[in-house]
């Protein structure tokens, strides 16, 4: 990865480009689905963990902090993967004191993390059959006889109900496939509302379902169910109570615990089907599976199901270095419970997702009226209350600008029996409306089948029934990459997702008490299928290959797709190298060092041709090998539209199958050697450089990002001539990435300052009072993640006079966007900081100020001052300035507003 070299560092990884951030507090803030723990934190010491040092550390800082008075409750501890305590401040105005410790390395806000997919739906029909007849491993299976007997799978999820008769039926007995595992948790535990675990004896799911449905996707063996792996031995780490307890959630601390237990227990594979949210490579919890991965276990993620929000939306811990994270494709088949309606002119039998909230299942036995209402707001979306009642009727909706239990609450307080929430395409998600305030059955159906409902009730009235009969009908979208899945690159420019594997409508095992089988889609579903094929390739290699290796077979075996929407193949930014073929994987003959090619950026002016060097092993011992190359451009990607404007949904070209593309908008790639095919000796290794040159045709105001793939066409010399092809995708930025701007460009509202609670901008010159109640709101919007966000107030003279509250943040995710919006802010509340901590406090002074945001642009050094994106707001006058001395910092740092709510459209 060229440009960009990682080095062990802060928290065991750090940038080398860059120079470190001199403060050992962090305020690190990720946007979209990961929110903070207030007053929890990581403490990070010194040494290295699993040292003599790294004990003597934990013994230092107990004195440390009985010797300085220092109030923490000690949540955990860990010296594996992470060097370290997790623990809750009591008392927040000690925490620079904390950081001062001389154990202390740095602190970190501790994290919450969500679940990848929603609530089951009923018993349908089997249909992972599908999928493997289109990965590989029914032939796997089949011909080769893996099953990934003799490797151990960690699944760090919600548990597993071990006692399913397709999962063994069995805990910890001779012959059991679950030999490891803890529960770290309880059934009562979510880091929201019950921030302290009560762990159970045994991981036993019984009230979710999300890991039992992951284990089996890997290692089910029944008639209904045939996971990946059916012979893998089985690790669980429960770090997720039962649903409904509050907001569905575990801290980061507890992830990390299980990570380290799964670390003992000395996994071969561990699967993560969580996440969420813009992430980092520097969040803990991908360091700490990057650490696994140098430990030779190999490490399989979620990519995230933030796909809607566009670029930058794949998640920790899938960013960690060598992680495979894996984006999710639909299946071939979609199963499902039906709805039958009956019209006045025509009667249809559709399928549907699987339920919100388990707790209310989608069963009308007798005939329910359906109906299409706006809301209050004149919208079909149902995100403001109605103006007329639906007394027992189902509510037809269409998704979009709120959130599915915000719909639901409208619906149930206008009486509705239930909802159908039509999506954007034919794709069935899985919903989440979740809400102990909510009674009433909501699911999902397809565009085409909710326009159809609407076209009948303009002929009259529609009515509903749904019972216990299953429908399986072909997917149109099936081999497509899932709607939801999330896009890359990573905020450094490494390409994301590695990979993509089935996670559409997946039906797989789910707790005995919950119906025994479901179907659920997610990236969630598709990490676990990965993890499968990792046991099976390790199996065929009798575990004689590195992580890297495994990696390297899973990605460059993988198949990538056509842009449907486009000409060539779809962005390597949503699909990774493609779908992935296990049966490839295991019989593959060479691999090619690296895998996949970020090539940064290319500088307007320069020359466009950049030059990569890779490697070829030919593995065969006893046959030659000829390399040539074919080039496939693949869609180029912006998040930009041709007036600059940000959008959510990026933009492709070519804009469809019909556009002329002319050569020079269009990437191209050749290898540099007069003299193909280039032959590799058996069991021999050969460089072969590759010049990749970035389109010409294409506005470097467009900001594109291009790519493509490398195919690599192989061909032994052996008897029956065999031959394979394999692929590495490239992806670049058109332009200078580092001077890419991080904050919304001002013709679209942001940033702006404000009297808290007005949307009014405040004015030049404009004159404001700030007391317990009267307060300037300072909303900004970031369109790019930046490693260090600065917000602080300066006076007329551009003086710097300190930093407001939540005003020095580090590795900050993007804002999605929605038609409500959605963005940050900061206030300023009467305290200025005089310190990046932002622990010494000031009262601010009566006087004429601006605010002033700083964002560092991508790649950038935070010591260089060049490198930022600044921004002043207009002049304004503060009068007078009447503090409330009895509210505490903590409390002024935590003033919020909605800005910081996270919609799901």
């Known amino acids: 990865m060229v440009l960009i070299t990682r080095v062990l560092g802060l928290l065991g990884l750090a940038l080398a480009h860059a120079l470190p951030l001199q403060s050992k507090l962090s305020q690190k803030s ?17 040494s290295e963990p699993a040292t003599p040092a790294c004990e003597e550390e934990h013994a230092q800082f107990i004195k440390q902090i009985r010797v300085a008075g220092i109030n923490v409750h000690m949540r955990n501890s860990f010296r594996r993967l992470f060097n370290g305590v997790a623990i809750d401040l009591l008392n927040g105005s000690q925490l620079q004191r904390l950081a001062a410790l001389p154990t202390v390395k740095r602190t970190w806000p ?77 059934d009562g535990y979510d880091s929201g509302t019950t921030p302290y675990p009560h762990p159970g004896p045994y991981p036993r799911d019984t009230c979710d379902g999300h890991g039992t449905h992951v284990a089996g996707i890997i290692a089910a063996k029944g008639d209904k169910v045939k996971g990946v792996a059916p012979g893998v031995t089985l690790g669980v780490y429960r770090i997720f109570g039962c649903p409904g307890n509050g907001t569905g959630q575990a801290a980061d601390d507890v992830i990390l615990k299980a990570m380290e237990a799964a670390h003992s227990d000395h996994m071969d594979v561990i699967n993560m089907s969580f996440g ?5 490579s520097e969040d803990p919890l991908s360091v700490a599976a990057a650490r696994l991965v140098r430990d030779g276990i190999v490490m399989v993620a979620s990519a995230g199901n933030d796909g809607a929000n566009g670029l930058y939306t794949s998640g920790s811990p899938g960013l960690g270095v060598g992680v495979i994270n894996v984006a999710s494709f639909e299946n071939w088949m979609t199963t499902s419970l039906s709805i039958d309606l009956i019209g006045r002119y025509s009667n249809m039998s559709i399928v549907h997702s699987s339920p919100g909230n388990s707790k209310h299942r989608f069963v009308f036995e007798l005939p329910v009226p359906v109906v299409a209402p706006t809301d209050s707001a004149g919208s079909n979306e149902g995100c403001t209350s109605y103006n007329s009642r639906f007394d027992g009727q189902i509510v037809l909706l269409k998704r979009g600008n709120c959130t599915f239990v915000e719909k639901a609450a409208h619906a149930q307080d206008a009486g509705a029996a239930g909802v159908m929430v039509y999506n954007y395409d034919s794709e069935l998600m899985s919903p989440s409306s979740a809400s102990a305030n909510l009674t009433i059955p909501l699911v999902i159906i397809k565009a085409e089948d909710g326009q159809a409902i609407i076209d009948e009730l303009k002929n009259g009235s529609v009515t509903a029934s749904a019972t216990n009969h299953t429908m399986s ?33 997946i039906f797989s095992t789910f707790p005995l008490a919950l119906g025994g089988y479901t179907s659920l889609s997610g990236t969630s579903m598709a990490s676990p299928y990965v993890a499968g094929m990792a046991a099976l390739i390790l199996q065929s290699r009798a575990k004689k290959v590195s992580t890297d290796e495994v990696r390297q077979l899973i990605l460059e075996s993988a198949h990538p797709i056509a842009d449907k929407n486009s000409t060539g193949l779809l962005s390597p930014l949503r699909q990774g190298s493609g779908l992935a073929d296990i049966w490839d994987a295991v019989s593959a003959l060479a691999i090619i060092e690296p895998p996949q090619l970020s090539l940064n950026y290319t500088v307007a002016g320069d020359v466009r041709d950049s030059v990569r060097v890779l490697t070829l092993h030919n593995s065969s011992p006893t046959n030659f090998l000829a390399c040539t190359m074919t080039h496939i451009a693949a869609s180029s990607v912006s998040s930009y539209m041709t007036n600059g404007s940000f959008a959510a949904t990026p933009r492709i070209w070519p804009e469809s199958p019909q556009t002329h593309a002319s050569r020079d908008t269009l990437p191209n790639a050749y290898i540099d050697n007069s003299t193909l095919p280039i032959r590799v000796a058996p069991g021999a290794s050969q460089e072969i450089s590759v010049h990749i040159t970035a389109p010409t045709g294409l506005r470097e105001s467009d900001r594109w990002f291009y790519s493509g793939y490398l195919q690599f066409n192989l061909l032994w010399d052996d008897e029956v001539g065999t031959a394979r092809s394999l692929h590495i995708p490239y992806m670049g930025y058109l332009g200078n990435y580092t001077q890419l701007d991080v904050l919304s460009a001002p013709d679209e509202g942001f940033p702006y300052i404000s009297v808290k609670g007005s949307t009014d901008t405040l004015g030049d010159d404009a004159h404001v009072t700030i007391n317990g109640t009267h307060r300037v709101a300072v909303h900004y919007r970031l369109e790019h993640p930046t490693r260090l966000l600065k917000i602080q107030l300066v006076d007329d003279a551009n003086v710097t006079q300190g930093y407001l509250p939540r005003g020095y943040l580090e590795y900050m995710g993007r804002n999605y966007q929605s038609s409500r919006g959605h963005y940050s802010n900061s206030t300023i509340n009467g305290t200025l900081y005089k310190d990046t901590d932002l622990t010494k406090a000031t009262d601010l002074e009566n006087g004429m100020y601006r605010v002033r945001i700083d964002a560092l642009r991508p790649l950038r050094d935070p010591q260089d001052p060049e490198g930022y994106q600044i921004w002043h707001s207009s002049r304004f006058i503060i009068d007078s300035v009447s503090l409330d001395k009895n509210m505490t910092a903590s409390k002024l740092n935590d003033d919020k507003d909605i800005g910081d709510k996270v919609f799901q459209p």
């Open 30 to 46: 990720a946007l979209g689905l990961v929110e903070i723990q207030h007053g929890s934190y990581f403490v990070e010491f010194h």
């Open 276 to 280: 969420g949210g813009s992430g980092w």
């Open 110 to 186: 501790m994290q919450m993390r969500s679940r990848s997919t929603a609530i089951p739906s009923s018993n349908v029909l089997p249909n992972l059959m599908f999928a493997h007849k289109h990965t590989g491993v029914d032939k796997t299976h089949k011909e080769l006889g893996l099953d990934g007997t003799g490797v151990k799978v960690g699944v760090i999820d919600t548990g597993v109900d071990y006692l399913h008769p397709d999962l063994g039926g069995c805990w910890k007995t001779p012959g059991c496939p679950f030999q490891f595992g803890s529960d770290f948790v309880g």
């Open 473 to 505: 009908v072909a997917n149109p979208l099936g081999g497509q990459v899932s709607h939801f899945s999330s896009w890359g690159p990573d905020p450094e420019l490494q390409l994301s997702p590695a990979v993509g594997a089935p996670g559409g409508n």
